[in-house]
């Protein structure tokens, strides 16, 4: 998103051409408008060099003529920022304001590790060092986001998960961090999700390993049922 700033300096670039003092043909030739300076914020100082990279084009390029296509076309292809707004400071300055997008788990791809990013795009990952679940078997992006959402509406803590695992059927486990596995059902999700929490609040349950909720009405834990 381009927003302008300056606005006395755009009035009086505007009585300039009204005047006729400057046309539009070389107006885009005026030094006084080339970007000299790209400022990013919003990462970290590695992954700036990499979008200054991408952003290199924009140098000498007329500030007031700047393309707001090809700076759609060089985030498109950025995985790790999930939304920015770019700003003309005039004479020569295009400042570019972003917000990374969050990690939300570990994926396995093609051998390869992969960050899930809040953005629903996957970002290799280069350090696995990071407090998040790894996710397990095939599944789609929109369901495991969805899941999360259902999470962090339920009395169940998302950061409390290790590991998430997928079945062809639909159907999720989920281990938390204490090791204990919850099977949970296709349906009710939050409804599971809630009694799973209070399961694991009571003292009776403290040597838990197991929960299972696969069938409506019946909790197994441990084996037993009740």
Request: net charge positive.
């Given at each position: ?5 300056n606005?006395?300096?755009l ?38 060099k990499e ?74 990952a ?17 369901n ?37 596995f919850?099977?949970?059902p ?17 003292p009776?349950f ?21």
């Amino acid at each position: 998103m381009l927003q302008l700033t300056n606005k006395r300096f755009l009035i009086y670039i505007f009585l300039l051409i009204l005047l006729g003092t400057i046309n539009n043909r070389n107006l885009k030739e005026v030094d006084l408008f080339q970007i000299s300076e790209i400022n990013i914020s919003g990462l970290e100082a590695s992954e700036k060099k990499e979008l200054s990279k991408k952003l290199n084009f924009f140098y000498f390029k007329n500030l007031f003529f700047l393309d707001r296509s090809r700076i759609e076309e060089v985030f498109k292809d950025n995985n790790l920022v999930e939304t920015y707004q770019v700003f003309k400071k005039y004479p020569s300055t295009l400042k570019v304001k972003t917000r990374k997008t969050k990690f939300l788990a570990y994926v396995k791809k093609d051998d390869k590790i992969f960050y899930l990013g809040s953005n629903s795009k996957l970002i290799e990952a280069q350090n696995k060092n990071d407090k998040i679940p790894f996710i397990f078997g095939t599944f789609e992006i929109k369901n495991f986001l969805d899941l999360k959402k259902i999470i962090e509406e339920s009395k169940f803590n998302f950061s409390e998960i290790k590991n998430f695992f997928f079945f062809p059927s639909g159907r999720i486990d989920i281990e938390t961090n204490k090791g204990i596995f919850i099977k949970l059902p296709i349906n009710e999700l939050r409804e599971s999700l809630d009694l799973s929490f209070l399961i694991l609040q009571n003292p009776k349950f403290e040597k838990i390993k197991i929960i299972d909720l696969r069938q409506k009405n019946q909790v197994i834990i441990n084996g037993k049922q009740f």
